[in-house]
């Protein structure tokens, strides 16, 4: 099937999930075009992994229907297998396997010919960095390492198209942006990538495409530069002390309503303004603040980015302002 010249890889129409009365998933409808890093892009409970498990057939749909390759997820669930693979958001890392054992045991599961299955070990140890050490065992490896280790495994089978749940959670910078790099690497070869995230910065700099979704539903769909640039207005953030808390409100009723401002959300410590006009805008808003007698501690303006979208289409964070930990 073709979309304005792009071939679509996944159609997804209506899935809906509901577990023991939760519903997990709502309706959701979106298509992922060949060749392309495509992100889910939620908080915690928003119902990404859901909607990745029905795409891989390990979770039934009670609504709706998807196409993967062409082949209905439900019923040509073994067709479909055989043309994915799947990162999971844990694997199982075994205490005494090394990673290269891991690989080849795998490769048992999948029935590959030995051979064959060694030749292509070594070529994806190679693509993820992994090859000085896949013969030390796997619970020896750092959270990086474990992350490639799991990489290689979603690649054994030669996937046409990826599925990566949440690839770079609770690692550190610099292994986040490694794992990045093979998700592009891959993508060169021709595969399909998708994949959930948490992560703004991720989505933004990682996919080609996203939906974002919270509540089990979509929310929005596009590029993270359409989306960006469909939020319409730049943002001007305005941080109080921490004194000064009370009057957030006070300041928020004092720009409504008033020319250049948009739309104002507020934090705890402070909130955000789009506007039309910066230039504009910022007198407007400063003498705003004199009039609700705030304190300013922080002015700063910028381009809308992708949580300014998130905050604008969801009415919250995506996550805390200052979470706990990462894991
Ligand atoms: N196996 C399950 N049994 C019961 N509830 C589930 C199950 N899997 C997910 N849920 C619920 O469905 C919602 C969406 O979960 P999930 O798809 O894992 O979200 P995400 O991956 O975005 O964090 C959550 O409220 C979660 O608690
Ligand atoms: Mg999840």
Redesign the pocket.
């Known amino acids: 099937m073709e979309v304005i010249g792009r071939t679509v890889a996944i159609e997804a129409s209506g899935l809906g ?1 509901v ?2 009365g ?4 709502d309706g959701l409808s979106f298509q992922v075009f060949a060749g392309e890093i495509f992100g ?1 892009l ?12 029905i795409l891989i057939t390990i ?1 039934r749909p009670d609504a709706g229907h998807a196409t993967v390759l062409g082949h209905d997820v439900v019923r040509e669930a073994d067709r479909v297998r055989h043309l994915i693979g799947y990162v999971p ?1 844990e694997r199982a890392i075994d205490r005494f396997l090394t990673g290269r054992e891991h690989l080849l045991l795998l490769g048992d599961l999948y029935h590959l010919p030995k051979s064959e299955t060694r030749k292509r070990i070594a070529e994806i140890l190679r693509l993820v960095d992994l090859e000085e050490q896949a013969d030390r065992p796997a619970r020896t490896y750092s959270g990086g390492m474990k992350r490639k280790l799991d990489l290689a495994c979603g690649l054994l089978p030669n996937p046409k198209i990826l599925f990566l ?2 690839p770079t959670l609770g690692l550190d910078v610099q292994s986040r942006l490694r794992i990045w790099d093979y998700v592009r690497r891959l993508r060169e070869r021709g595969i399909t990538i998708v994949m ?1 995230t ?1 992560y703004l910065d991720e989505a933004d700099r990682l996919c080609d495409r996203l939906a974002i ?1 919270d509540g ?1 539903r979509i929310k929005a769909l596009g590029s993270p530069n359409e989306l960006k640039a469909g939020l319409g207005g730049d943002i001007i953030s305005l941080t109080v002390g921490a004194s000064e808390t009370a009057c957030v409100d006070r300041l928020a009723s004092e720009l409504k309503g008033l020319p250049f401002v948009r739309a104002i959300s507020t934090k705890q410590n402070g909130l955000d303004i789009r506007v039309e006009s910066p230039e504009k805008a910022l007198p407007v808003v400063l003498e705003a603040a004199n009039r609700a007698a705030c304190r300013l501690e922080f002015i700063d303006y910028h381009r809308p980015r992708l949580d300014d979208v998130f905050v604008a289409l969801t009415g919250h964070a995506i996550r805390e302002e200052f979470p706990k930990t990462d894991e």
């Open positions: 999930k577990y023991d939760v519903t997990a998933i889910l939620g908080p915690n409970g928003a119902g990404k992994s859901t909607t990745l498990r979770v958001q749940d949440e959930t948490n979704i089990g």
